[in-house]
């Protein structure tokens, strides 16, 4: 079973791109690259979720053109 992770924060790689690619996504004392982030869903390591309102959201990965985001 994954390791449930919140994210608390994100980092884009340039803010003034169209899709604003995210770079890291990261919450209490972790952070993790974007390309890791997707690997680990995949592989049942980590579950993200973000927390807003006292509702949570999993984080999910998508695809776009062929290329996961």
Same mark, same amino acid.
Not at 33 to 42: G, K, P
């Given at each position: 079973?994954? /390791? !449930? +992770?919140?994210?608390?924060? $994100?980092?884009? /790689?340039? &803010?003034?791109?169209?899709?604003?690619?995210? !770079?890291? $996504?990261? =919450?209490?004392?972790? !952070?993790?690259?974007?390309?890791?982030?997707?690997?680990? $869903? @995949?592989?049942?390591?980590?579950?993200?979720?973000?927390? &807003?309102?006292?509702? @949570?959201?999993?984080?999910?990965?998508?695809? &776009? +053109? =062929?290329?996961? $985001?």
């Amino acid at each position: 079973m994954a /390791t !449930k +992770l919140q994210v608390k924060c $994100i980092n884009k /790689t340039d &803010r003034y791109d169209a899709h604003e690619r995210i !770079k890291n $996504i990261g =919450g209490d004392n972790w !952070k993790h690259a974007e390309d890791d982030a997707i690997s680990y $869903i @995949e592989n049942n390591v980590y579950s993200y979720y973000v927390n &807003r309102g006292g509702f @949570e959201a999993k984080v999910i990965v998508a695809q &776009r +053109l =062929g290329h996961n $985001i």
